[in-house]
């Protein structure tokens, strides 16, 4: 079992940075064996995946809309994951969420993610 509470969010002009966090709190299984994983979601459209991280922190994925902007890390010590967003644009607007996963191999798709947080907010203005 795994909870998770993000952070971070807010309202931010184009161009500018925030940074999210992820606060887990786990029983039964170490958080540094979860892999872990951000999407997002706008108003009237699908959970769309963002970033993944590996729990050895070794391998980390990016959707191609933020790649280049973005950066995902954990602090097994700390159980926490973090995703610093940069150059942040309207587009990016939407809740953000964390989500843990016990499989082996980074998954892309929310269905693979067993553990959601309640999500925060990202409203970027132009």
């Known amino acids: 079992q795994v909870q998770l509470v993000e952070s971070g969010g807010g309202l931010v002009q184009a161009g500018g940075s925030l940074r999210l966090s992820c606060a887990a709190t786990?029983?039964?299984?170490?958080?540094?064996?979860?892999?872990m994983g951000w999407f997002r979601r706008d108003p009237g459209k699908e959970r769309e995946f963002v970033a993944a991280?590996?729990?050895?922190?070794?391998?980390?994925y990016y959707a191609d809309s933020v790649k280049g902007r973005f950066t995902i890390s954990r602090d097994n010590a700390k159980n926490t994951l973090y995703l610093q967003m940069n150059r942040l644009k309207p587009g990016d607007t939407a809740v953000h969420y964390c989500?843990?996963?016990?499989?082996?191999?980074?998954?892309?798709?929310?269905?693979?993610?067993?553990?959601w947080g309640q999500g925060t907010q990202v409203t970027v203005s132009s």
């Open positions: 989500a843990a996963s016990t499989a082996g191999v980074i998954p892309l798709t929310p269905a693979h993610y067993g553990y």
């Open positions: 991280i590996s729990w050895t922190t070794s391998n980390t």
């Open positions: 786990t029983s039964g299984r170490t958080f540094s064996t979860y892999t």
